[in-house]
């Protein structure tokens, strides 16, 4: 549905989008992850057609987005990450004016304005100046306004940014029952979490390049790393511990950091046993255990050095 | 081109306008509270004496006798002379007649002068309404005229004493033909403008007000246009109109839709003021108005272009119409400013529009009076629609 090949946009000195591939299949929800000014916005800019790109190809639903740009805005539905609403008309005017530019009218544009007021659950208030509503009501109306023309694919721009958990978890809900009616997604966010639970697959965006692509289990494999286990232990202990730690197999990692031992594995859960009975043997005991198991944020971390939210 | 995207943008707008209530007293209530307000200020409204109607004298022989004629019908309380200026015409002074706009309109052809000095018979016209009280008193005393001046004429000279025998050739034999023509409404009240003088009090206010809150109303929306821009919805509709030229098209034609709906309604209720009405060429009302709405809808859309923020657009958009009305004669009549001030009026659309206004409803010009002042408006909007849609392509593409 979506084919990005070696993309490039500039803003003066600044590459955004900078040799950029990936592609998006029917129905699939593809999360674009990074955090803010990584080219998110910019990529879905050029494949709504809003940007020319500098170098490199786009297309979308098999339309080139530069030579098609009218057949590719026929076929994608776009939802800005502002609220790009008309706050002083109601949720129904507002899904009529847009209903009406895409060349909706009478019955047809009634019932699809029906429809998307039930399917974000705002039938209720659909004569109610927007200006009234809260954080998530408006951000559920802006979803529907990008899907008032029933498009193929729906490009979703940090869609929950401001709003709260429970909000949150009704767009994503939203999203994953749109989706199921057949809708491509391509979502853009810097929530880890909403990534990893809503997305089938995920690229991971820093610098405008993609840093690592794939699912989630994919992607950690990519990372590479392991389980890091971190214990706590009397302090004649320390080195002992840390000396058997390191001979055994799988480890590949053990020494004292911060006053712990900390040793890096295959499998932290498989370790504990051993280590427990290497410990009693000598006659110590754990004082304290912690156990981290890789993540899409330690993935992140490794790929961009940054913390998500920066 | 799409016009159900253009549709579909010009009831956006519409329902924008409709959907804040306040928008009835900026539209219609404010400009009204300062017509009256300001009419009153300027003018003898409703209370003082009218003006004395007027008689027109297209005089075209512009000879010693004619000149005489004229002096001898001045002078008088119930009517005033006024000659027609050298844009009228004879068909045009016996239409403003027909029309009630003058008593009286007399007519000396390029010949008179010439034809009395050689002894034929010279010829005048007269239309005139005979309902009216000063119309007659016009006709009496042109007749006075006419006999005094064949009288003084035949004897060549004038002398002491009454010469009988002449007097008696003159009555048998006139040298100077009246043709008189009866016009007017008969039966009907004059227009108020007959009677009332040069575009004073409300017929000033009313079209002049009416131009400036149309205009101020649409530079008011420059806001809008600055508001959709920043909070995505420009952009949403420029995913959905397909071109920039579409969106700018729909943007200009909201407004002018709106404005021309408050134009109407303003200028409908101007006439219930005294002494109000718009002349007798509606067609130039009609012309005058979409012209001048076209401009500032145009030179709105313009100046949103030019801002990043709604505050800005608020600064810009109240200055650019704050100027224009004051400059352009709305706030006070063009009659009253230096020669310099008003070569300034002339190069603004405030100007232009007004000048209209005031020809339409001082002088009874229609449209072919006013053509180079529309034609003016129609330039003007022909250079504000170009470097407005040049800008909104660069702006949103």
């Known amino acids: 549905m979506i084919r990005v090949s070696n993309l490039v946009k500039s803003f003066g000195d600044l590459r955004a989008v900078d040799d950029l591939s990936f592609a998006v299949g029917p129905g699939e929800i593809f999360g674009l992850l990074g955090p803010n000014g990584a080219g998110k916005t910019t990529t879905i800019s050029v494949l709504s057609t809003l940007l020319p790109a500098d170098a490199g190809s786009a297309s979308v639903c098999g339309h080139d987005v530069a030579a098609e740009p009218g057949a590719v805005r026929r076929r994608i539905g776009v939802v800005p990450q502002e609220l790009a609403l008309y706050e002083e008309l109601t949720a129904e005017q507002n899904l009529a004016t847009f209903g009406q530019l895409y060349g909706l009218s009478g019955p047809r544009l009634k019932s699809r304005v029906g429809e998307l007021l039930e399917l974000a659950e705002l039938a209720e208030h659909a004569r109610r100046p927007v200006k009234g509503f809260s954080g998530g009501m408006k951000r559920r109306l802006n979803i529907m306004l990008g899907l008032v023309h029933a498009p193929d694919i729906l490009f979703l721009d940090e869609p929950t940014v401001g709003i709260d958990a429970q909000a949150r978890s009704r767009i994503l809900d939203l999203i994953r029952s749109m989706n199921a009616r057949g809708l491509t997604v391509l979502y853009t966010t810097h929530y880890l979490e909403e990534a990893e639970h809503l997305c089938d697959r995920i690229g991971v965006i820093d610098h405008g390049r993609l840093a690592a692509l794939g699912d989630k289990e994919e992607l950690i494999r990519q990372i590479g790393e392991h389980d890091v286990v971190r214990v706590q232990v009397p302090a004649a202990a320390l080195a002992p511990a840390a000396a058997a730690a390191a001979a055994w197999p799988d480890v590949t990692f053990a020494d004292l950091r911060r006053g712990k031992l900390e040793i890096h594995c295959r499998d932290g859960a498989a370790l504990l046993p051993r280590l427990q009975a290497e410990l009693s043997a000598g006659g110590l005991g754990l004082d304290q255990l912690e156990v981290i198991r890789p993540n899409l944020e330690s993935l992140y971390l490794k790929i961009t050095g940054r913390a998500l939210r920066e | ?397």
């Open chain 2, 1 to 397: 081109m799409n016009t159900g995207v253009i549709r579909a943008l010009v009831a956006l707008h519409v329902r924008q306008v409709a959907a804040d209530r306040s928008n009835l007293f900026w539209l219609f209530g404010m400009p009204l509270m300062f017509t009256v307000l300001m009419g009153m200020i300027f003018g003898d409204m409703g209370g003082g004496a009218p003006e004395a109607p007027e008689v027109t004298v297209y005089d075209e022989s512009r000879g010693p006798a004619s000149g005489a004629l004229v002096a001898a019908l001045g002078g008088r309380e119930s009517y005033r002379i006024v000659v027609a200026d050298s844009a009228g015409s004879w068909e045009l002074a016996r239409s403003l007649v027909d029309a009630g706009r003058r008593t009286a309109s007399l007519h000396i052809p390029a010949a008179f002068d010439a034809d009395l000095a050689a002894g034929r018979t010279a010829a005048l016209a007269l239309a005139y309404d005979p309902d009216r009280a000063s119309a007659q008193a016009a006709r009496t005393a042109l007749e006075e005229a006419v006999l005094r001046l064949e009288y003084l004429s035949a004897g060549r000279r004038a002398e002491a004493g009454f010469d009988v025998a002449r007097f008696d050739s003159i009555w048998r034999d006139p040298r100077i033909t009246l043709e008189v023509r009866t016009l007017g409404r008969l039966g009907e009240e004059p227009p108020p403008s007959a009677l009332s003088g040069f575009t004073s009090g409300y017929q000033h206010t009313g079209p002049s007000y009416t131009l400036m809150f149309v205009m101020m109303f649409m530079l008011m929306s420059v806001r809008d246009v600055v508001t959709q821009r920043r909070n995505g919805t420009l952009r949403r509709l420029r995913l959905a109109a397909a071109s920039p030229w579409l969106l700018a098209t729909g943007l200009f034609l909201g407004p002018l839709v709106v404005g021309l709906v408050q134009a109407a309604v303003l200028l409908g209720l101007n006439l219930l003021l005294p002494g109000m009405d718009y002349g007798d060429s509606p067609g130039t009302l009609i012309l005058t108005m979409v012209l001048f709405t076209a401009v500032s809808s145009a030179l709105a859309l313009c100046v949103a272009t030019f801002c990043r923020t709604p505050g800005q657009a608020d600064g810009l958009g109240m200055t650019a119409s704050m100027l224009l009305a004051s400059l352009g004669g709305l706030w006070w009549p063009l009659e009253v400013v230096p020669g310099f001030m008003q070569k300034i009026a002339m190069a603004l659309p405030t100007g232009q529009a007004v000048t209209i206004f005031h020809n339409m409803i001082g002088r009874g010009w229609g449209l072919a009076g006013n053509a180079a002042h529309l034609a003016v408006l129609a330039g003007m909007l022909a250079v504000l629609l170009v470097l407005a849609a040049t800008r909104f392509r660069r702006l949103v593409d």
